[in-house]
């Protein structure tokens, strides 16, 4: 019998805005048509001089864990969060995130249990699909595979952990911040195993806030992803290659 995957945990590292983590927290569990299948996983920074703030908002949170530990990279933090997730589906997403689609979660449920190995990457609209033509919009269905060279403008994406163990992480390690999403797209697409869809809507506004800004600046992190981005296209084959070689290997 095919093994149904049924629960998600949302992997976000969060500094400096309590009030927008627990705005996320909140809508997705609003909206969850089963709230004990849903994890919201945090990580806290120790130095971070609002951590208290987020503990009392979140302390009588039953759906909640939080872990904390030194100032990271954000890519370090949502690896560390998807491997460490009580759940086998696992969604990285920032706290500036509204989840505003009912049964969000089972709609993201039924997508995986289409596949016995479960591969396979998820992308839910965040309504930044301005730059389409009209005849791109009307292409874009639920279930559309748009071509390997192509990326949808959406950053936040879910994928099991069959995808971890067989890669060994959740985002590619040669990025700090930036291109997770891109990079994640171009594998899955090239495996066949993209699905956007259109109907779950996680709408984000994009903060311009001192953290923003420190993730733009700290250690010229914007320029050493562009560079890693640049350079990518060997790794990129290999995983394509390995989770190509794992969904023709996999066993019940």
Known sequence: MEEQTDMITLCCPSRGRPTLAKRMYDKAMKFASKKD???VYLYLN???PTRAEYLNLFRKCKHVRIDMGPHQSTSFSWNQLATNAKHDLVC???DDVQIETPAWEKQIYDMFNRYNDKILMVVPNTDRL???TQKQLKSLKNNYWPSPKETLPSPHFVVHKNWIKALGYMCPYQF???YV????QKVARQVGRCVFVRDIKFRVK???DDT???VRTHMNIRNRDDWAWKSCQRHLQSDVATLKNFIDNFKL
Do not use: C, N, P
Not at 181 to 184: A, M
């Open 176 to 178: 700090w911040h930036f």
């Open 130 to 132: 301005r730059g389409y």
């Open 92 to 94: 990285l997403i920032g």
């Open 181 to 184: 999403d891109s990079y994640t």
């Open 46 to 48: 120790e130095d971070d």
């Open 37 to 39: 299948h849903v994890e």
């Open 212 to 214: 923003a800004t420190q």
């Open 206 to 208: 994009k903060m311009e």
